[in-house]
């Protein structure tokens, strides 16, 4: 498919280039011309939009979810970490089954076509049919290992890392483990290794609560990113979810290994976890990228949410209006997603660049008036006004219709496996 | 119109109340049946809608606003507090006319519409146009007065007073004030005697920062609400916005007034302005409303934001993600606004009330699986599932469409005016 979209208004994300309005042309899966209005010559389209002064710009990077987890929503709030965890979340976990997550992440990624999301970065239990849920879904999915005590091992990471980069072009998979606190020692030695073996990065849950930093102190003397960077772990760089409790160390590791901070501002909130010091990682030019986090503690997969809180929440951290510019947080949802989830090609709208793109709705009262659209994105934008996901050149969300799916049997299937699962 | 909505979920909200099947009738400005489905036996309909399991609930109350702002929204963000208003606000303030209030509370209040917003409570600066407004808009407006030594009189208020509360049915007037720290003693010793006469309840911005707090005990040795009180201000009760810094004396006059806080987390967020304490006031009966505040200091209308924030920032203040149940916010949306506001009549879903009702779309992913919806509304509700709102038994917003309004009109007039005032 060949697409003209034209009449718009154009937000490219590249360093110091502010809106303009022309026009965008895809050629499958990539973009092939992106300026002011220009005679289609003898290019032909299959499609040509009118965007009406609406703004094209890249899709969200959702650069941590387990979206599997959509069963779990609203199954178990208000209740403290531990007792949500061992009690309810754990036990329904237990049964899940690879074709239960194939069908609860399709309901996920239905989600993240409404907010704008066109790639996520994914950690949950199985991942061959999360992959497959993926391509059947049309969503860019980079996934994650989520080797534990509990689940999956390191071979298993490794047949996955092998596989899942070469599977399909929506797909890639990244070496990980679920946490510090969820390993044996024998366990992340073994990751480290591999890691060094591949000379890949390795992300994890990291310091997401004061607990678990304690815990960590009490176990090897050091903090999580501390510990882990000593064992090699990092020497090929990666990345750590959640990040709350960073100390100056913990930074100057990420700093000088060039590792990404995925901030998850909405699951911190819900879960009482804490506020992390994103102004401290922008000011050491740390990458930043947000995640919703799954849906079990967020619990909605909206990036919209989660740009308004990472620049909310610092301001408070902060105690400074003036603290975390909104310009700096689209960056982290567009630009630092992509270099987190190391997809240089999705980062900002280019000729040649992949057509990961979306259509904001400017023609709503939330955008009105456009005294600057950029801020109206991050303090008043909503999932209301996304007007169309595309993702490799593919439009699966357009005018609040799913392209490829039938929403209704996806709902349907959700709603029979939870009821099995708490049986 | 008579209205009758059938195959519905239905949440009325009343104390102890499930969510049910059934169906909903309206007649003219109120409603005439809440129950199971019925047959219509000699009633007779303008129109039948099939709520498709979809859920019927009370609109949400914005029990703090200030409409006219919507000019202002993303003019000047990231910022210190006192730029912001001082070098950014009031210099375009001062240029804005009467008119020019009308057309952009127009453009507040179909916003208002896409977020389920039922009634507002408006501070602002020209009380007859904004009434205007919102009779043109069918927006049911309850407004304050905003007296303070720059603008507005107590004579003013008193007239408004008088007038607004017999102009026209979706209107109402409450005496009020701007803030102590932005008034004279003579001119709060004068409206404290005014409450008196009308045995009315007052309401004000109340203690939003720590300096305001700082600075009235400067001046009176006492906290805003303690000096208000002492005063006379609340002899008839009423209720305070903002509330972050309250101690316990603030809270006992507040539970012993009966007066009600009006919370503002996400104005309280983007301004820095702190966390209110939420869990003290419920723990105490203190009846709690949420608002937007303003579309410059928020910078949207939406009480999908505020409710997700008074839960989210209650449970990082206390660290307990057990902090500030879903449930209690759900109430304070809608039945705490109704009685901030002194709107007792569109409380609940119940035969006899005002139709001022909202349809919530089940169908979209973020809503999936129905584990709990009331959970779901609160944690991953959004805007985009307002299919309807109602106000007085008119559908004034249906399917992303507004029903009263050219939608363009008003973008294209709040855009010239920004630009002039701008200029």
Chains 1, 2 share one sequence.
């Not at 994300?13 to 303009?20: L, V």
């Not at 890691?195 to 050091?222: F, I, L, W």
């Not at 772990?233 to 990404?260: K, L, N, T, W």
Request: with cysteine.
């Amino acid at each position: 498919m060949n697409i003209r979209f034209y009449n718009a208004r154009i937000l490219t994300m590249e360093e110091g280039k502010d809106i303009f309005l022309g026009e965008l042309w895809t050629q499958d899966e990539k973009i092939l011309y992106v300026g002011p209005a220009k005679e289609a010559g003898e290019q032909t389209f299959d499609r040509e939009i009118d965007c009406n002064g609406n703004l094209l710009m890249p899709g969200f990077k959702n650069a941590h979810t387990h979206s599997g987890m959509t069963g779990l929503r609203s199954l178990a709030d208000d209740l403290p970490l531990s007792e949500w965890l061992n009690k309810q979340i754990f036990p329904v976990e237990a049964k899940m089954t690879g074709e239960d997550i194939y069908h609860l992440t399709k309901l996920a990624n239905l989600e993240y076509l409404t907010s704008g999301i066109t790639a996520i970065f994914d950690m949950y239990l199985t991942p061959e049919t999360i992959a497959d849920a993926c391509v059947d879904s049309g969503m860019r999915c980079v996934q994650v290992g989520a080797v534990n005590n509990f689940s999956q091992s390191v071979p298993l990471v490794e047949e996955m890392y092998e596989k899942l980069n070469h599977k399909h072009p929506l797909l890639s998979y990244e070496l990980g483990f679920h946490a510090e606190y969820t390993c044996s020692k024998k366990l992340l030695l073994d990751l480290a290794a591999l890691a060094k073996e591949k000379k890949a990065p390795v992300y994890t849950h990291n310091s997401e609560t004061a607990s678990e930093v304690a815990g960590c102190r009490e176990r090897y003397g050091m903090s999580p990113t501390q510990f882990l960077d000593s064992i090699g772990m990092f020497d090929y760089g990666g990345g750590g979810y959640h990040c709350v409790y960073f100390d100056p160390q913990d930074m100057e590791i990420f700093r000088a290994r060039h590792m990404s901070v995925v901030t998850n501002p909405g699951s911190n909130t819900k879960l009482a976890s804490g506020i992390a010091p994103l102004t401290e990682f922008v000011k050491r030019g740390i990458n930043v990228a947000i995640g919703t986090d799954g849906p079990a503690s967020n619990n909605c997969l909206d990036m919209f949410r989660e740009m308004f809180l990472a620049t909310g929440l610092a301001k408070l951290k902060e105690e400074n209006a003036a603290a975390m510019d909104a310009m700096e947080v689209l960056k982290m949802a567009t630009v630092g997603g992509s270099i987190a989830m190391r997809l240089p090609d999705t980062d900002v709208l280019r000729a040649g660049k992949l057509a990961d793109i979306i259509l904001i709705d400017l023609h709503q009262p939330n955008m009105q008036p456009l005294n600057n659209i950029q801020k109206n994105l991050v303090y008043s934008g909503s999932k209301s006004n996304v007007k169309m996901t595309m993702i490799a050149g593919n439009i699966l969300y357009y005018n609040g219709e799913f392209v490829k799916e039938d929403a209704e049997k996806v709902y349907a299937k959700a709603n029979e496996i939870i009821a099995r699962l708490k049986a």
